[in-house]
């Protein structure tokens, strides 16, 4: 980024997670009013399928060529000449546009037989509706899978604010559209709103590229490195397509469940996997360059370091984030959705949801750091094996589960499978770094342990002299969670001085340098200004 500071891993890490965290919060903004407007009903059911379409198909472009894309353009702009790698970009680019081009047509084309797939169980009435949603959303693929491959383009310049900042564009792109076309439209604003925010985050990436001429458009030539990065992407292409059957499975299982059950798995999806973003990408995003130095300068040990430190931090988060979300699920259910059409039963049932996910929070954000590391050291033939063990644990056990807890079992199958994934993943990390597994789990809780439990233990004091609150107001729900945040950040403000020396206190010394950064740059930037 120009006129920029460099920060290091822990300081773009922390950028990264402060700006999805504003995403997010803008992002429940975005479900809150889909939750006020139309609750949980066919409707919102079918819109929701409608919409895992484009996020699947773009997703799982965008996804894989970032990660094969990222190691051979770190390479590139490390060599003497850096002017061919603009022309890697410009292949890339349009070779992606063209296939995503191709690949919303024949979405287009056959969405009635993709709609009958995903939500067989679906009435003619929703059926109908998903169809014509999914007609209008087509057109958002092109644009996602750009957007993703600029993301993965940014990053290999070390530019990670412009690709934390697409979730801000999604969602105000798509909060502005859905205000202004809800009454007049009805359900179909929510297809135009997704189409505004998916060009809200294409525009963002894209724009610094051309500024800084780093993506021409022109020009376009055969790069001698397309070749590698098409053999890099076999393997991530279908290690994706494995993991995105985990999400097909859990549509086509959720449509014959009772009305709005699906939207109500949604809502809880999207606060139970909000620290995948915030926690686990956030790390993973400045990890991965960090990973492949390490790999061309064969520095194992320093990989080591690494991934203790990103596991044990992660595992630290998790026992805050992961016992907030479990004894407080209906304060943030509350909170997010709870007016409107949401109704009460929405609310016991979203909240009784999100529960599951908490506890297996620790996994869902680990999971980002350990498939990196693999793509980083191109062995995504790795991530593919493990993630076939974890759809066939995810496969087997939904359909065991849903005959005899309904929707709650399609949320524990895909916990399950998450932990089976992830803990086959970092086996091999350890393994591979010839460390051992016992001493290694030894040093992560050793860090992560003193600050996490002094939190889970704040957590559960406050649900014991508070009681149960299923059937408390919603102010009093309100009350009760906002004090548990308080009560754990005052907490963790008082261990960090406690102990100077411990992780947190240095965590919050790298959040003010940041903040401080970001001050000189823009008074530089208005002396500059007042100069000229």
Known sequence: MKDLPKLNTKQNAILVASLTLVSSILGFGRESIIAYLFGSTRLTDAYYVAFVVPDIVAGWIGYTITNALIPTLKQELNEPEKGNYKNLINSVFFIVLIGSILLSLLTYFFKGTIISVLAPQFDEYSSEIAVNLLAIMVIAIPLSALSGLLGGINNSMESFSYPALVGIFFNMFFLITLVILANWLGL?????????????????????????????????????????????????????????????????????????????????????????????????????????????????????KLIIRAISWILFIALIIGSGIYFFSDSLVSLFYYHGAFKLHDLHLTSNL????????????????????FFSQKKGKIVLLSSLISVTTNITLSIILIQHIGVFGLVVANGISQMVNVSFLFILIISGLKKKLIVTLFQILKIALPGGCLFLFLNWIIVYFWGSPSLDSKIHLLVRGVSAL?????????????????????????????????????KRKENINESS
Do not use: W
């Open 354 to 373: 999100l529960k599951i996910y908490g506890l297996f929070s620790f996994f869902y954000m680990c999971f980002p750091v350990v498939t990196t590391y």
């Open 188 to 304: 179909t604003a929510l297809a135009y709103g997704f189409l505004a925010g998916v060009f809200g985050r294409f525009f963002i990436q894209i724009v610094p590229l051309i500024r800084d001429k780093h993506l021409t458009l022109r020009n376009f030539r055969k790069h001698p490195a397309l070749k590698v990065i098409f053999v890099a992407m076999i393997p991530i292409f279908f290690s994706q397509a494995v993991s995105q059957v985990n999400q097909i499975v859990d549509r086509i299982l959720a449509s014959g469940l009772a009305e709005g059950h699906l939207s109500n798995l949604n809502y809880a999806s999207k606060l139970g996997l909000l620290p995948i973003g915030i926690v686990g990408a956030s790390l993973a995003t400045p990890l991965y360059t960090r990973f492949i130095k390490n790999s061309l300068d064969n520095d194992q040990e320093e990989q080591f």
């Open 486 to 522: 308080g009560l754990g950040g005052l907490s963790i403000l008082i261990l960090s001085f406690i102990v100077p020396n411990h992780d947190i206190h240095k965590v919050l010394n790298n959040l003010v340098k940041v903040v401080l950064k970001k001050i000189r740059v823009i």
